[in-house]
């Protein structure tokens, strides 16, 4: 019987240079998508349990303990992040607490690729590809929201102040990259305030 293999959403996507930022798939990254009640205290504790941390409730943030991180998505819906080898520890863990409790646990590691862009500027890439005002306070580390990007459905984590991941559906990861390595080009690049540069 053959054997499972994993094959990253951008597998043969075109090599990134020539940017005015880092841009790379993170790739080996395991998900599970927890859904569940935050009013129901046996649901809060079980994951609790689970996890060794609380789930972050409220919206927009994301919580985090060793290498394994949360982020919240709705009044209802958690995506948990950590190594793809740890994930299915980590689901096991949750079927084990959440039994008998009203939730779901899913292994969706395989649904989404994660794109990082990373340096100064990545803003401004990311916000030729959203409405996002990602230069207002709103957006500090730590902070997670779903978005449309690029006309298709997306999640941005701000990781650190110029470090963000965006995860988008498998079937999109081509276009997704794409797009990102076109408005990255350092011939692309802009300046939001003041005289731009002229390209060569």
């Not at 709705?74 to 950590?82: H, K």
């Not at 607490?97 to 803003?123: C, F, K, N, Y």
């Not at 650190?160 to 390595?181: G, I, K, Q």
Request: with cysteine; glycine share 8%; aromatic share 8%.
């Amino acid at each position: 019987m053959s054997e499972l293999s994993y094959n990253s959403p951008l597998a043969g996507a075109a090599a990134a240079t020539g940017f005015s930022i880092s841009l790379r798939e993170i790739s080996g990254r395991g998900m599970i998508d927890l859904r569940g009640l935050t009013s129901d205290e046996a649901f809060m504790s079980a994951a609790h349990d689970a996890l060794g941390f609380a789930l972050p409730t409220e919206p927009r943030t994301s919580a985090a303990w060793g290498d394994v991180r949360v982020l919240w998505l709705s009044v209802d819906q958690w995506l948990i992040l950590s190594t793809r080898s740890k994930a299915q520890e980590i689901l096991a863990n949750l079927h084990k607490t959440l039994q008998g409790i009203h939730s779901l646990a899913v292994d969706v590691s395989d649904m989404r690729a994660v794109i990082r862009l990373e340096g100064e500027g990545s803003r401004e890439v990311l916000m030729k590809g959203t409405s996002l005002d990602l230069l207002s306070g709103e957006f500090t580390p730590g902070t997670c929201r779903r978005m449309r990007y690029a006309e298709i459905a997306a999640l941005l984590h701000v990781v650190e102040e110029t470090v963000f991941d965006v995860y988008v559906f498998r079937s999109y990861a081509h276009y997704a990259w794409d797009f990102l390595c076109a408005t990255a080009k350092e011939s692309a690049k802009v300046k939001l305030f003041g005289a731009q540069d002229v390209p060569a």
